[in-house]
């Protein structure tokens, strides 16, 4: 029998093996990303001007640049042994149907009832609010999937969530909000008119189905008004690639077991928190020099801030409220296709991710959303999980990259991340199925009208 033959299906670590510390690759990374700067004086953010949005731990955690390993409180940890640790799956399946000599895994996060990575930073998220006292948090949803995490994190915390869902998914996904509500959360769909800058974009965009950039301004302002509220944000941020580093450390710590060290490395890329996360403990080896790997970011063809955008400061939100961040982007004013299911739908990305992806350490592709749904449906087929479409962007790519194995010949091991499930998704699979879907790509006019608006910082 060959070794091949002895790796199972899926490969499982004990409860024990859940990492006990997240890991923070900006301790790696010899350029570190920008900091985020004051919306006013256009100076860094310090902890006490952040202080009346975030949590404070959390603000520690987002301005720490040097701490490789940090503690997972174990109220996290015990938290984190109801759902984790998730299952690193060889595709044997997957391969056969594509008759390809690659070696296909992936880390499968849709294994919890919000069904997404999301649960892994918003438990960490409620619980320093808890810690802090506070009453309650304030958050953007798009898809609905983060909304979700929060509402159940919250809930299991006995703190209020007050959740802003982008108002197309909204629409979209009457089922989704009603997980957040069963949950206890409040869920208002934006822009809505209950505050000054939904007001504010309502009227400039009249009729428009709303953007996370605009849920975010929303969430800001209400959890700032809001005695005993902060913000809470489900990507981006440096603090949630953090948290999100139990992915990759889980999957690299299975992959070890059997002695694999994958070739290429795959995630979709909405705001970089999964991307982040499965790539951390693998980057952080590149970084050092220990090993290389190749690191591929995915991202949906109609909103394509890493292959399309600008490296450059710009606001994190429609609203202009939030502070400005260094990243690849396409313009806060970007307001993706209406007819883009799913939560890759964010005009910015990562500072680390954009710092890393700047400086040549990963490469990132788009993919149009029709492709998007053939491999969705091809996975779903011989794989039997139904994906979200935001993780499916990852599966055309891992797709992809075995067809080329297959005319080569190259047995290459690919792993890529299978971030969710996509039951609350039916909507945009019916418009596939009844060959309804399009494949919306920005033009550069568009993209030029809206570079024009980013904020002018030297
Ligand atoms: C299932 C799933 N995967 C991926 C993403 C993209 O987010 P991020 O890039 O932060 O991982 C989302 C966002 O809503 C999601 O719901």
Redesign the pocket.
Known sequence: MSNEAKIPYKIYLSEDEIPKQWYNVRADMKNKPAPLLNPGTLNPMSFDELRPVFCDELIKQELDDTTAYIDIPQEIQDFYKMYRPSPLVRAYCLEKALDTPAKIYYKFEGNNTSG???LNSAIVQAYYAKQQGLKGVTTET??G??GTALSMASAYLGIDCKVYMVKVSYEQKPFRREVMRTYGASVTPSPSMDTEIGRKINAEHPGTTGSLGCAISEAVEVATKTEGYRYVL??VLNQVLLHQSVIGLEAKAALDKYGIKPDVVIG????????GGLISPFMGEKLRGEQDYRIVAVEPASCPSFTRGKFAYDFCDTGMVCPLAKMYTLGSNFIPSANHAG??RYHGMSPVLSQLYHDGYMEAISVEQTSVFEAAEQFARVEGILP?P??SHAIRAAIDEALKCKETGEEKTILFGL??TGYFDMVAYQKFNDGEMSDYIPTDAELEASFAKLPKVD
Do not use: D, I, V
């Open positions: 997404s990575h999301k798009g898809a999937q983060w489900g990507s979709c890329a909405g705001g970089g928190s999964n991307l939560g890759l979200a935001e993780s971030t969710g």
